[in-house]
């Protein structure tokens, strides 16, 4: 279920962001944000009350006018208030489950983009961690584990194995572009971490692989999940964090994804007819 | 959209977005342009450059691009200053002015109230108005940084008249004089504990290292479970009362039998193997929630068994975001990050202590030192490249630093000259000169019939065999007196002086000043005719006096500073300056107020090389692509020779004159 969910959702953003990988990753991030503020308006409106909201909205108005008519008259204006504070409420009310409904599709959209915003591909020559983590039940100085060569990276460093914390690391340099898989030999398995070189602005990065779990195919929805008898836990690529650089500044890219939908959303409120 | 078809619109939709990606200091850089000059300026500045080794390496064709310089126009030894020490000497070159105009006597100046030696360069002061909350202060106020060298910078005069020039990495330019021009500021910058720089070393045996040292702090760590937990220490915590010592936590995990160790530090997280640097990391030195302290530093990991040694880099001010000023404008320290990532920002970059303690050998001194080069020898390619007009200076630190560091394998008669080290390293002084020549070399190809290329040092070097305790000297002679004699050499600062019967004392590396009367806060001789009488005594005695071991004079010249300065900073000068002999210089101990029991010792540091000597026996170099009129040219007559070319009057207080 989770393996037809992320590979139909991987699919859409590849789709939506193919125009968009060669150049500035704010355009992609634009689209996106457009995207999911036409999504929000279209759930909204089909989640809410919009008659109920509308006539909340009206009262709130119509109590504020009250209380500016009537500032001399003290008891008319405490009225008013309290009235406000309750059209407030019910506004809320309304608004309460399509906000509930929302939050699904866009954990997905955030879960999906962060892959796409968050890191940098590693470039030629830069170096990086090849980090794995073990299972409780065995100690890294004494795991049969090895990086099998290749020509895509170089293993610059022996491991460091640190039996406390169940982690082995190595130090690689990245060589050849494109995005290849490191093929890492623990005890019987084979095991495969995908790794970016020199990739586009705009191009998917999978920085961690964990072992099979609902939660962690939601959460690492862009490669094939590990095992779940694996003696590996999890396998991670330390690449460079990103972020989306408007006047000299790096912002994180969820901030301007939030601040951008909500402008589109509320930008394209009254094409789409939605009361918000 | 009338007048505009949907492509177009696109296309304006494009560079708008990439307007938004740019910063406004990029903007700012490309629009705030100047007069354009047909004559262009190019200033090499090699620190230390020896006109004597360099006319050898020359005269045997080992150095092709000095000599072809030297071939198409001239090549002459460069007078320096009185004393022949960097900040004093690129001071006079700045300004074209001796130390009585821009007042820079020394490294060290002190302070006649406290007789505390103080940085000679720049003066930081924190905020004066606080607000107590709790345990914690909030400055009402920002700190001060000031520049303490007076008289106008030869560029501040060209933005008068609106010719550009970049000053890339000068000494005696902390904090960054004000301009518009492109400066960077270099010998005198600080690191972000406001020092010349602390390094750090961590090791399981500390018991190796001598417990009297300065310049680095050396912690003592424990291998637990094959891990290493240490402290970085930062500057102190101004927010809070007791003005706390801030530090990061780091972790070293160390394989068990591989020679390999992870360093985990903030977000960093990095493997080194034994014998490795890491790149430049960017930490935070937390102060309160909304306040922290930026750097950068570096890790060598030196060994991990049998005894585990980790050095750290003194924690450099972060060009990126620097917590103090170092370039003008402000963006151009940034604009260079961006281009090449971080780089040393410490005035001298390579860390001599480290070397001199045993926390680096000259081997991994040298790799140290390549770094620097590296970084510089990038910008210099970013900063030729884009040269057009105006002035460029350049600096390079390297050619002093391994000059101090690694004469001792060029002079046999050196304490410490070890032979099988020599075969080793006896290079290194020749391959830094043959970087220069490779500057040069590029400088040369990039020039046309209309720049002018001068390569200049501020200084030459001379071996640094026997130190001279000044201070026990004087004492000996009866100027010092002690409050205990049988202290003597166990304090420093002069914290066993009996002012009230001293009339002399020595501070920095060339200064002796007289105990004056209403000028020191305990000063005992009157000014003028006693005064007098007793810097000659002194400064005669000094001329005459014999090292006991070797029968030559320490002492070559003692100037009077009444004889040899001139202008509005006379007063601050030390009142005689030591011009030394070669193979002399101050002690160690000296310069900090400290008075070992002998007068002349053996320099057995590694600090071999130096140039705080007579300053005829050290004169820098200058080679150009036009003949020099000027028989004898000094540093500061290269101020006036660049105004001149420009056709700009020279100021009334510049005391050098062209050489053209």
Same mark, same amino acid.
């Given at each position: 279920?989770?393996?037809?969910?992320?590979?139909?959702?991987?699919?859409?953003?590849?789709?939506?962001?193919?125009?968009?990988?060669?150049?500035?990753?704010?355009?992609?991030?634009?689209?996106?944000?457009?995207?999911?503020?036409?999504?929000?308006?279209?759930? !909204?409106?089909?989640?809410?009350?919009?008659?109920?909201?509308?006539?909340?909205?009206?009262?709130?108005?119509?109590?504020?006018?009250?209380?500016?008519?009537?500032?001399?008259?003290?008891?008319?204006?405490?009225?008013?208030?309290?009235?406000?504070?309750?059209?407030?409420?019910?506004?809320?009310?309304?608004?309460?489950?399509?906000?509930?409904?929302?939050?699904?599709?866009?954990?997905?959209?955030?879960?999906?983009?962060?892959?796409?915003?968050?890191?940098?591909?590693?470039?030629?020559?830069?170096?990086?961690?090849?980090?794995?983590?073990?299972?409780?039940?065995?100690?890294?100085?004494? !795991?049969?584990?090895?990086?099998?060569?290749?020509?895509?990276?170089?293993?610059?460093?022996?491991?460091?194995?640190?039996?406390?914390?169940?982690?082995?690391?190595?130090?690689?340099?990245?060589?050849?572009?494109?995005?290849?898989?490191?093929?890492?030999?623990?005890?019987?398995?084979?095991?495969?971490?995908?790794?970016?070189?020199?990739?586009?602005?705009?191009?998917?990065?999978?920085?961690?692989?964990?072992?099979?779990?609902?939660?962690?195919?939601?959460?690492?929805?862009?490669?094939?999940?590990?095992?779940?008898?694996?003696?590996?836990?999890?396998?991670?690529?330390?690449?460079?964090?990103?972020?989306?650089?408007?006047?000299?500044?790096?912002?994180?890219?969820?901030?301007?994804?939030?601040?951008?939908?909500?402008?589109?959303? !509320?930008?394209?409120?009254?094409?789409?007819?939605?009361?918000? | 959209?009338?007048?505009?078809?949907?492509?177009?619109?696109?296309?304006?939709?494009?560079?708008?977005?990439?307007?938004?990606? %740019?910063?406004?200091?990029?903007?700012?850089?490309?629009?705030?342009?100047?007069?354009?000059?047909?004559?262009?300026?190019?200033?090499?500045?090699?620190?230390?450059?020896?006109?004597?080794?360099?006319?050898?390496?020359?005269?045997?064709?080992?150095?092709?691009?000095?000599?072809? /310089?030297?071939?198409?126009?001239?090549?002459?030894?460069?007078?320096?200053?009185?004393?022949?020490?960097?900040?004093?000497?690129?001071?006079?070159?700045i300004t074209g002015m001796n130390p009585?105009?821009?007042?820079?006597?020394?490294?060290?100046?002190?302070?006649?109230?406290?007789?505390?030696?103080?940085?000679?360069?720049?003066?930081?002061?924190?905020?004066?108005?606080?607000?107590?909350?709790?345990?914690?202060?909030?400055?009402?106020?920002?700190?001060?940084?000031? #520049?303490?060298?007076?008289?106008?910078?030869?560029?501040?005069?060209?933005?008068?008249?609106?010719?550009?020039?970049?000053?890339?990495?000068?000494?005696?330019?902390?904090?960054?004089?004000?301009?518009?021009?492109?400066?960077?500021?270099?010998?005198?910058?600080?690191?972000?504990?406001?020092?010349?720089?602390?390094?750090?070393?961590?090791?399981?045996?500390?018991?190796?290292?001598?417990?009297?040292?300065?310049?680095?702090?050396?912690?003592?760590?424990?291998?637990?479970?094959?891990?290493?937990?240490?402290? /970085?220490?930062?500057?102190?915590?101004?927010?809070?009362?007791?003005?706390?010592?801030?530090?990061?936590?780091?972790?070293?995990?160390?394989?068990?039998?591989?020679?390999?160790?992870?360093?985990?530090?903030?977000?960093?997280?990095?493997?080194?193997?034994?014998?490795?640097?890491?790149?430049?990391?960017?930490?935070?030195?937390?102060?309160?929630?909304?306040?922290?302290?930026?750097?950068?530093?570096?890790?060598?990991?030196?060994?991990?068994?049998?005894?585990?040694? &980790?050095?750290?880099?003194?924690?450099?001010?972060?060009?990126?975001?620097?917590?103090?000023?170092?370039?003008?404008?402000?963006?151009?320290?940034?604009?260079?990050?961006?281009?090449?990532?971080?780089?040393?920002?410490?005035?001298?970059?390579?860390?001599?202590?480290?070397?001199?303690?045993?926390? #680096?050998?000259?081997?991994?001194?040298?790799?140290?030192?390549?770094?620097?080069?590296?970084?510089?020898?990038?910008?210099?390619?970013?900063?030729?490249?884009?040269?057009?007009?105006?002035?460029?200076?350049?600096? %390079?630190?390297?050619?002093?630093?391994?000059?101090?560091?690694?004469?001792?394998?060029?002079?046999?008669?050196?304490?410490?000259?070890?032979?099988? /080290?020599?075969?080793?390293?006896?290079?290194?002084?020749?391959?830094?000169?043959?970087?220069?020549?490779?500057?040069?070399?590029?400088?040369?190809?990039?020039?046309?019939?209309?720049?002018?290329?001068?390569?200049?040092?501020?200084?030459?070097?001379?071996?640094?065999?026997?130190?001279?305790?000044?201070?026990?000297?004087?004492?000996?002679?009866?100027?010092?007196?002690?409050?205990?004699?049988?202290?003597?050499?166990?304090?420093?600062?002069?914290?066993?002086?009996?002012?009230?019967?001293?009339?002399?004392?020595?501070?920095? &590396?060339?200064?002796?000043?007289?105990?004056?009367?209403?000028?020191?806060?305990r000063g005992i001789v009157s000014p003028?005719?006693?005064?007098?009488?007793?810097?000659?005594?002194?400064?005669?005695? &000094?001329?005459?006096?014999?090292?006991?071991?070797?029968?030559?004079?320490?002492? #070559?010249?003692?100037?009077?500073?009444?004889?040899?300065?001139?202008?509005?900073?006379?007063?601050?000068?030390?009142?005689?300056?030591?011009?030394?002999?070669?193979?002399?210089?101050?002690?160690?101990?000296?310069?900090?107020?400290?008075?070992?029991?002998?007068?002349?010792?053996?320099?057995?540091?590694?600090?071999?090389?130096?140039?705080?000597?007579?300053?005829? %026996?050290?004169?820098?170099?200058?080679?150009?692509?036009?003949?020099?009129?000027?028989?004898?040219?000094?540093?500061?007559?290269l101020s006036p020779t660049m105004l001149?070319?420009?056709?700009?009057?020279?100021?009334?207080?510049?005391?050098?004159?062209?050489?053209?």
């Amino acid at each position: 279920m989770m393996n037809v969910l992320n590979a139909v959702l991987s699919k859409i953003f590849e789709i939506i962001f193919i125009p968009f990988q060669n150049i500035n990753p704010w355009y992609g991030m634009i689209v996106i944000s457009l995207l999911t503020g036409i999504l929000m308006l279209y759930v !909204f409106k089909l989640t809410s009350d919009q008659e109920g909201i509308k006539k909340a909205k009206n009262k709130i108005k119509a109590h504020l006018l009250e209380m500016r008519l009537y500032k001399n008259d003290l008891i008319t204006s405490f009225k008013a208030q309290g009235n406000i504070l309750v059209s407030n409420f019910k506004y809320m009310r309304h608004s309460v489950k399509p906000l509930l409904v929302m939050i699904i599709p866009i954990l997905l959209i955030i879960i999906h983009s962060n892959f796409w915003f968050a890191y940098d591909p590693l470039d030629i020559n830069e170096k990086a961690l090849l980090k794995i983590k073990l299972s409780e039940e065995y100690t890294p100085s004494n !795991f049969d584990i090895k990086i099998i060569g290749n020509d895509f990276v170089n293993i610059e460093t022996p491991p460091v194995r640190i039996d406390d914390e169940h982690e082995i690391a190595w130090r690689f340099s990245a060589l050849k572009q494109g995005v290849h898989e490191i093929e890492i030999q623990a005890g019987e398995k084979s095991l495969t971490k995908s790794v970016s070189i020199g990739q586009r602005p705009l191009s998917k990065i999978s920085p961690l692989k964990k072992r099979k779990s609902i939660m962690n195919e939601l959460l690492y929805p862009v490669e094939k999940p590990l095992d779940k008898n694996s003696p590996v836990k999890s396998i991670e690529i330390s690449y460079p964090t990103s972020g989306l650089r408007i006047f000299g500044m790096n912002i994180h890219w969820i901030i301007s994804f939030f601040i951008l939908s909500i402008i589109f959303g !509320f930008s394209l409120k009254g094409l789409f007819g939605v009361e918000i | 959209m009338n007048n505009i078809n949907r492509r177009e619109f696109l296309k304006l939709g494009l560079a708008a977005g990439s307007l938004l990606t %740019l910063s406004p200091s990029n903007i700012l850089s490309k629009t705030l342009g100047k007069k354009a000059t047909r004559k262009k300026i190019i200033i090499l500045g090699f620190d230390g450059i020896d006109p004597q080794l360099l006319k050898n390496w020359m005269e045997q064709g080992k150095l092709p691009a000095f000599r072809r /310089l030297w071939e198409s126009g001239d090549f002459k030894p460069l007078r320096t200053s009185i004393p022949p020490q960097s900040p004093v000497a690129w001071s006079n070159f700045i300004t074209g002015m001796n130390p009585g105009g821009h007042g820079i006597y020394d490294f060290i100046h002190r302070d006649p109230d406290t007789y505390i030696p103080i940085f000679s360069a720049s003066k930081t002061s924190g905020s004066n108005k606080k607000i107590s909350i709790g345990g914690y202060e909030f400055p009402l106020s920002g700190g001060d940084v000031k #520049l303490l060298r007076m008289g106008k910078a030869f560029w501040q005069i060209l933005e008068d008249y609106d010719i550009p020039c970049t000053v890339f990495k000068i000494p005696s330019n902390y904090p960054p004089a004000d301009t518009k021009q492109r400066t960077l500021s270099g010998m005198g910058t600080p690191d972000i504990l406001g020092t010349y720089g602390i390094c750090n070393f961590y090791t399981t045996k500390p018991s190796e290292i001598d417990p009297d040292i300065g310049g680095a702090r050396v912690h003592e760590v424990y291998v637990i479970g094959n891990q290493v937990h240490a402290k /970085l220490p930062g500057p102190d915590n101004a927010f809070k009362k007791e003005h706390p010592e801030s530090y990061i936590d780091f972790t070293v995990y160390i394989d068990p039998m591989n020679p390999v160790a992870k360093i985990k530090i903030q977000n960093h997280e990095f493997i080194l193997k034994q014998g490795e640097w890491s790149k430049w990391k960017r930490i935070n030195f937390n102060m309160i929630p909304t306040q922290s302290v930026k750097g950068i530093c570096n890790f060598f990991l030196k060994q991990v068994r049998p005894e585990f040694k &980790l050095y750290v880099s003194p924690v450099n001010i972060d060009p990126a975001d620097p917590v103090l000023p170092i370039s003008t404008p402000k963006s151009y320290s940034k604009e260079l990050e961006k281009e090449f990532g971080p780089f040393f920002t410490k005035g001298l970059p390579a860390d001599t202590s480290a070397l001199t303690y045993g926390f #680096l050998d000259d081997g991994e001194f040298i790799e140290q030192d390549d770094l620097v080069l590296k970084e510089r020898l990038d910008i210099f390619d970013y900063e030729l490249k884009r040269f057009d007009s105006g002035v460029l200076f350049y600096y %390079l630190s390297s050619t002093d630093q391994r000059q101090h560091m690694f004469w001792r394998h060029i002079d046999k008669l050196s304490p410490i000259y070890d032979e099988k /080290l020599a075969s080793q390293y006896k290079d290194t002084i020749f391959n830094i000169y043959q970087t220069a020549d490779y500057v040069l070399d590029k400088t040369m190809k990039k020039a046309d019939k209309d720049t002018i290329i001068m390569a200049i040092s501020d200084h030459g070097f001379c071996p640094f065999r026997r130190q001279f305790n000044i201070n026990t000297w004087l004492k000996e002679n009866g100027y010092h007196k002690l409050i205990d004699e049988r202290k003597q050499g166990d304090t420093s600062l002069f914290m066993n002086t009996d002012w009230n019967k001293t009339q002399a004392y020595a501070i920095g &590396l060339n200064g002796l000043y007289i105990n004056q009367k209403n000028r020191e806060s305990r000063g005992i001789v009157s000014p003028g005719t006693e005064k007098d009488n007793l810097v000659y005594e002194i400064a005669r005695k &000094l001329e005459n006096y014999k090292d006991p071991e070797t029968g030559e004079n320490v002492i #070559l010249k003692a100037f009077i500073s009444d004889k040899v300065y001139s202008g509005a900073q006379t007063s601050h000068s030390p009142d005689i300056v030591l011009g030394f002999n070669k193979g002399y210089r101050i002690s160690w101990a000296s310069p900090l107020g400290r008075l070992p029991k002998k007068i002349v010792e053996d320099n057995r540091d590694k600090w071999s090389g130096d140039h705080c000597m007579a300053p005829q %026996l050290i004169p820098g170099i200058l080679l150009t692509n036009r003949k020099i009129k000027k028989a004898s040219p000094s540093l500061y007559d290269l101020s006036p020779t660049m105004l001149k070319i420009y056709g700009i009057p020279i100021p009334e207080n510049m005391v050098g004159t062209p050489i053209f």
